[in-house]
């Protein structure tokens, strides 16, 4: 199967912005990248950045929006997995339960109603990253006459966007966007759930 | 197995007090409830209640705090399962998934940190319930030598906390709670996450 890791190579994770500056937010991205190609390894990941990048993976550079780059990429080949570049908890073992379903649409939902990972056996199925995707995928599948799979992960739900998501990393990760943030900071329990606290300048 | 479903009678989900008063805070927790039970059927769960209270299901009372009930309810019967009982996401196939791994101690952690299911077979182990419990649930289990497993589950990881979960639960959902609060509120669509907005007075 043909697996495709989006990634914009331009302005990423703005909502970080808080936290940490524009350099040091690539440098999360491509930590988080590594990581999410770290678990794809043995699918042989292709990057569609929005500008060329380097990376330890073949890119083909596509600055169209996201949506419609990916649903050019799906009329090239499928099935295709379409996986987000911000997974860094993903594992083969969750990659593997994403591919396993037999269905011509199977999503795992990202936190907050995103599409994380997808992947499409059926060339009547598009995309639409934009707003709540993950019910819009449901659907455009469904309005297609598609069979779908929810597939049910908790590693494939964090996509690293908001500042709560980086005590995600630091409780379950053990790759390189992990280090990278235990380099700069660290988790600080409350009475409700743990934060991330950062403890450089 | 065993089947524990620890329940705070007295005052549930502050951190939803921005959006529903008390009464309504009681009645979101019971429509929880009765999904985390809806989900547990088959394994015959009992509700180990703070206060008497009126559920499908059977009920302990034990007023002390709930690190100190679940080790009580641990020293009498093992294996047990340990599920919270605000995972109104909760199915029987994720519930499957918790209890099917052959080890000392499974674990699916919720949200920032917490412990939102946990099967123990080995009666070297407690329960641990204040702070980042996932990571002292996982030092707990190797400083007694015990093997575990992480149950990767998106479905057993949302607990329902803070507002953030509330569009969780409208996306996924499809049960008491969700159509608990489908009558008084809707998802928007941010460019980021969605949000839970409240529509009636």
């Known amino acids: 199967m043909r697996v495709l890791v989006p990634f914009d190579a331009a ?3 703005s909502r970080l912005s808080s936290l940490f500056d524009d350099g040091e937010r690539r440098a999360l991205a491509a930590a988080m990248l590594a990581d999410t190609l770290a678990a794809l390894k043995k699918h042989d990941p292709l990057v569609l950045a929005t500008a060329p990048i380097e990376v330890d993976a073949p890119v083909v550079v596509d600055d169209r929006p996201l949506t419609e780059a990916v649903n050019g990429a799906l009329a090239g080949a499928l099935p295709t997995a379409v996986v987000m570049a911000d997974l860094p908890l993903a594992t083969p073992a969750a990659i593997k339960r994403l591919v396993a379903p037999d269905v011509d649409v199977a999503v795992a939902p990202g936190l907050g109603g995103g599409t994380n990972a997808i ?15 993950v019910r819009d995928h449901r659907r455009i599948a469904r309005e297609a006459g ?46 409700g759930r743990v934060q991330f606290i950062r403890t450089t300048e």
């Not at 992947?119 to 995707?133: E, I, N, Q």
């Not at 799979?149 to 790759?175: C, I, N």
């Open 11 to 13: 302005t990423p994770k």
């Open 119 to 133: 992947v499409v056996r059926d060339p009547a199925f598009t995309v639409d990253y934009h707003g709540a995707s």
């Open 146 to 191: 598609l069979s779908t799979a929810t597939v049910d992960s908790f590693r494939l739900a964090v996509d690293v966007d908001e500042p709560t998501d980086l005590a995600e990393v630091l409780l379950h990760g053990d790759g390189t966007a992990a280090e990278w943030l235990r380099d700069c900071g660290r988790i600080e329990s409350t009475d």
